[in-house]
């Protein structure tokens, strides 16, 4: 899993990213960010899936989302995870 946990003004979230599969229902994120929590324990979870033209979608607390937007995917700390 491609993901990063970040501070960001005292405030520690996960990100993760996603096939853009699951970001199409509502019930497919809230049951993705669930099982995620396991992983991802306290902390909210945002997910992130690219569209057909490679563009960015978030999807998680507003805050956060809006922060998440206005910096480069690449100042993200990515790394990737395994869980077994």
């Known amino acids: 899993m491609h993901g990063a946990v970040i501070i960001e003004q005292g405030v520690t979230f996960?990100?993760?990213?996603?096939?853009?599969?699951?970001t199409?229902?509502?019930?497919?994120?809230?049951?993705t960010r669930r099982e995620l929590s396991q992983f991802f324990p306290n902390m909210p979870i945002i997910l992130l899936s690219f569209?057909?033209?490679?563009?960015?979608?978030?999807y998680g607390r507003r805050d956060i989302v809006?922060?998440?937007?206005?910096?480069?995917?690449?100042?993200?700390?990515?790394?990737e995870y395994h869980f077994y």
């Open 14 to 22: 996960a990100i993760v990213s996603v096939k853009q599969h699951v």
């Open 24 to 31: 199409q229902y509502t019930q497919r994120i809230v049951e």
């Open 51 to 58: 569209d057909n033209n490679g563009d960015p979608h978030f």
């Open 66 to 79: 809006e922060f998440l937007k206005s910096i480069r995917l690449d100042q993200i700390p990515w790394k």
